[in-house]
Nanobody, 118 residues
Framework: QVQLVESGGGYAQAGGSLRLSCAASGRTLSTYRMGWFRRAPGKGRRFVAEISRRSGSTNYATSVEGRFTISGDNAKNTVYLQMNSLKPEDTAVYYC???????????WGQGTQVTVSS
């Protein structure tokens, strides 16, 4: 199993930046990809970004492309989400996730709150 712990959430003004971190422990070598999702107030959980642990290839939701950057440090078993040009609509609880089966995300962190004021 893989355990995930997010950090780095907080408050920012519109146009500002925040960086989220996700530290993985446990059977990290079995991880195929790591991703970030978010749940805004009153909405369902939505995909934000993901990165392949082996190739480093990335994928983004249209709403964050060009503003957010996902990166990973395999030596530290940590994934980052750099969020720039933040908007109030980015306000959400952000979750880190891991795909250890090669098919779907099956390990989740507890979430970290990001609040962007206008």
């Amino acid at each position: 199993q893989v355990q995930l712990v997010e950090s780095g959430g907080g408050y920012a003004q519109a146009g500002g930046s925040l960086r989220l971190s996700c530290a993985a422990s446990g059977r990290t070598l079995s991880t195929y990809r790591m991703g970030w999702f978010r749940r805004a107030p009153g909405k369902g959980r939505r995909f934000v970004a993901e990165i392949s642990r082996r190739s480093g290839s990335t994928n983004y939701a249209t709403s964050v492309e060009g503003r957010f950057t996902i990166s990973g440090d395999n030596a530290k078993n940590t994934v980052y989400l750099q969020m720039n040009s933040l908007k109030p609509e980015d306000t959400a609880v952000y979750y880190c996730a891991a795909d250890t089966s090669g098919g779907e995300y099956d390990a989740w962190g507890q979430g970290t709150q990001v609040t962007v004021s206008s």
